[in-house]
């Protein structure tokens, strides 16, 4: 069974940064893509970033280029997602998810398979 745990968010202030972590329990990350993807209250959930298993291939989307950055650490299981100069459009829940093996990077969400619980970004002053 595919399963997936997101953590490290919380309520930060405008400009500020965290460090979200997707972690997988009971399979390796090690040939999967994976996705971050957020949804806030009343909108659809958005794409916005995606990372090959050799870390090689990135996407984001144009409202967080330059902001967020993605990277992962197969030995540790995990896949990162830093979030910098944090906006309150930003404020969210965050998920991650799996889009299989040889596969290249896509941020539409009915493409991807197994989901996390998602953790609450909030920024606000």
């Known amino acids: 069974q595919l399963q997936l745990v997101e953590s490290g968010g919380g309520l930060v202030q405008p400009g500020g940064s965290l460090r979200l972590s997707c972690a997988a329990s009971?399979?390796?990350?090690?040939?999967?893509?994976i996705g971050w993807f957020r949804q806030a209250p009343g909108k659809e959930r958005e794409g916005v970033s995606c990372?090959?298993?050799?870390?090689?291939?990135?996407n984001y989307a144009d409202s967080v280029k330059g902001r967020f950055t993605i990277s992962r650490d197969n030995a540790k299981n995990t896949v990162y997602l830093q979030i910098n100069s944090l906006k309150p459009e930003d404020t969210a829940v965050y998920y991650c998810?799996?889009?299989?093996?040889?596969?290249?990077?896509?941020?539409?969400?009915?493409?991807?398979?197994?989901w996390g619980q998602g953790t609450q970004v909030t920024v606000s002053s």
């Open positions: 009971g399979f390796s990350l090690d040939y999967y893509t």
């Open positions: 998810a799996t889009l299989g093996v040889f596969r290249r990077c896509v941020l539409s969400p009915t493409a991807f398979g197994s």
């Open positions: 990372i090959n298993s050799s870390g090689g291939n990135t």
